[in-house]
């Protein structure tokens, strides 16, 4: 199954940076991993930066046929490391061509898109950076990935 990250703007901290560059390698090792980022709508203005973000992802989304979509939201289901495998084998034993999973930028993502989405995915109740939590995501593919096929990595 190929997986998508679909992504609003850069992770520019370079010690945030390396660990998804780190963890996206490791991903790739075991099924093919994509990255598309977005660039952000900038300003200050939270309800204009989401509508302009939230265009562009459904833009990408659309050219995405036979393909699950999971949106990283604060209102999303927290799952466990082994209940996310699960999610990912599911989508991957049930014929689908792949999975994207959208992170949104610093104002988070577009109502439109979450509501299209087939899964609401959290990392918590705790508040953190769009970059942080990309990398969170990168971590919780590969231990994901290490879960489906019984290699040593999840404890």
């Not at 997986?3 to 703007?9: E, R």
């Not at 609401?120 to 769009?130: A, D």
Request: charged residues 25%.
């Amino acid at each position: 199954m190929k997986l998508l990250v679909a992504a609003v703007g850069k992770v520019r901290k370079s010690y945030l940076r390396e660990g998804c560059e780190d963890y996206f390698r490791r991903i790739r090792k075991m099924t093919p991993i994509d990255v598309k980022e977005v660039k952000p709508a900038g300003g200050n203005n939270p309800s204009t930066a989401l509508k302009t973000e939230g265009k562009k992802i459904r833009t990408l989304l659309d050219g995405l046929n036979g393909w699950k979509i999971a949106a990283a939201t604060d209102k999303g289901k927290t799952l466990t490391s082994n209940k996310f495998a699960e999610l990912l084998g599911k989508v991957e034993n049930g014929g689908a061509t792949g999975m994207v999973i959208v992170v949104g930028g610093a104002w988070g993502l577009d109502e439109e898109v979450v509501a299209r989405a087939d899964y609401k995915i959290g990392f918590g109740p705790m508040t953190m950076s769009h970059e942080l939590a990309r990398l969170v995501l990168f971590e919780q593919i590969y231990r994901a990935q290490t879960i489906l096929r019984g290699v040593p990595y999840s404890k």
